[in-house]
T-cell receptor
Framework: KAGVTQTPRYLIKTRGQQVTLSCSPI?????VSWYQQTPGQGLQFLFE???????NKGNFPGRFSGRQFSNSRSEMNVSTLELGDSALYLC?????????????FGQGTRLTVV | GESVGLHLPTLSVQEGDNSIINCAYS??????FIWYKQESGKGPQFIID?????DKRQGQRVTVLLNKTVKHLSLQIAATQPGDSAVYFC????????????FGTGTRLKVLA
């Protein structure tokens, strides 16, 4: 079966712009989580969606937002981009929500802010 | 895309030797732990998991050990192969009932031929 698909793979944006990233989870999976990966901070949790509702949120400013659609696909949006937002953004899908549930990651979207 | 950058601890092992990668986790209430492998240009890949009611779990060539007393997790890879070269992350899942992983900083494993 197809894995987690993230689009686009690479993006270059200018400071102050906004960006939308997309994630299609594995078929049948209803939970989608987003992570930011940087050399300085490692992998950090952004937020998690399940059944179109945000269930948990990490410690990121309000410029970072997301949503989930009825087909479980998810998007995340970053507004007023800053240079420090340059990172690899990873999406993970799981069958359901809760602890002890395996997460499958996509290949990520590499965002560069110039 | 590289997984993490300049200051990752690195473990170098000879091909065929066993590797042990260690991780200290932060939350004593975490009840589920996972090891992920991340190769260059790829997302993290699940290796093995363990729940807090266990102290050891074995997979194919891999073993995870959990010491809750000192909040320590380790990953043992038997007969390390060149394809094992990657960055390895441990992740803990708190018992909050919401799905959220806290990742360790990662260890780069280099397999020497």
């Amino acid at each position: 079966k197809a894995g987690v698909t993230q689009t686009p793979r690479y993006l270059i944006k200018t400071r102050g712009q906004q960006v939308t990233l997309s994630c299609s989870p594995i078929s049948g999976h209803r939970s989608v989580s987003w992570y930011q990966q940087t050399p300085g901070q490692g992998l950090q949790f952004l937020f998690e969606y399940f059944s179109e509702t945000q269930r948990n949120k990490g410690n990121f400013p309000g410029r970072f937002s997301g949503r989930q659609f009825s087909n479980s696909r998810s998007e995340m949006n970053v507004s007023t981009l800053e240079l420090g937002d340059s990172a690899l953004y990873l999406c993970a899908s799981s069958l359901t929500i809760g602890t002890g549930v395996e997460a499958f990651f996509g290949q990520g979207t590499r965002l560069t802010v110039v | 895309g590289e997984s993490v950058g300049l200051h990752l601890p690195t473990l170098s092992v000879q091909e065929g030797d066993n590797s042990i990668i260690n991780c200290a986790y932060s939350n004593s209430a975490s009840d589920y732990f996972i090891w992920y492998k991340q190769e260059s240009g790829k997302g993290p890949q699940f290796i093995i998991d363990i729940r807090s009611n266990m102290d050891k779990r074995q997979g194919q060539r891999v073993t995870v050990l959990l010491n809750k007393t000192v909040k320590h997790l380790s990953l043992q890879i038997a007969a390390t192969q060149p394809g094992d070269s990657a960055v390895y992350f441990c992740a803990e899942s708190p018992t909050s009932g919401t799905y959220k992983y806290i990742f360790g900083t990662g260890t780069r494993l280099k397999v020497l031929a």
